[in-house]
């Protein structure tokens, strides 16, 4: 039996990564079907500046929020919440079923959970002295009132 080459590199775009990463799709949708990734990014400006973003994607039927930012000195004014609210109104039009994000903010967390996600997962000191947190949330399904 012939000996293995491990190859170690430090560049993301190179044949091998790229290799690598055409291998796993592969193998995904073989096992999982097609991802059907949609990036979403969703900005909030003022006068032309951007003062709050939401950047994410929907893949495999849910949305994974990778980024949401609001200006400290815009951040008491409920964009953060407006951001999640169109991100989610966005993945359900996708036909999403649930929503899911991580962070290593505590204080994210309590945002989080204060807009229906729930934790369900952590990594301990990750970042060391900290923690990575994972959230969750499946929208209630809306009830339209018939009348009899």
């Known amino acids: ?3 293995f080459q491990i190859d170690i590199q430090e560049a993301e775009n190179t044949p091998l990564a790229l290799e690598i990463h055409r291998l796993l799709v592969e193998n ?6 097609p991802a059907n990734r949609q ?4 900005g909030i400006r003022q ?6 973003g939401l950047r994410g994607c929907t893949h495999w039927g849910w ?5 949401l930012w609001v200006a400290p000195d815009f951040r008491r004014l409920k964009l953060g919440k407006l951001l999640l609210e169109k991100a989610e109104q966005e ?3 996708r036909g999403c079923p649930g929503f899911y994000v991580d962070t290593f903010s505590p204080a994210a967390v309590h945002f989080y959970q204060s807009a229906g ?5 952590t990594i301990p000191d990750f970042p060391s002295g900290h923690q990575r947190f994972f959230l969750m949330k499946k929208p209630v399904p809306s009830v339209e009132m018939r009348s009899f």
């Open 1 to 3: 039996m012939s000996e």
């Open 28 to 33: 995904n949708i073989e096992q999982f079907g």
């Open 39 to 42: 990036p979403l990014v969703i």
């Open 47 to 52: 006068e032309g500046q951007l003062v709050g």
């Open 63 to 67: 949305l994974y929020i990778t980024h």
């Open 91 to 93: 993945a359900i039009k």
């Open 117 to 121: 996600y729930e934790l369900f997962g």
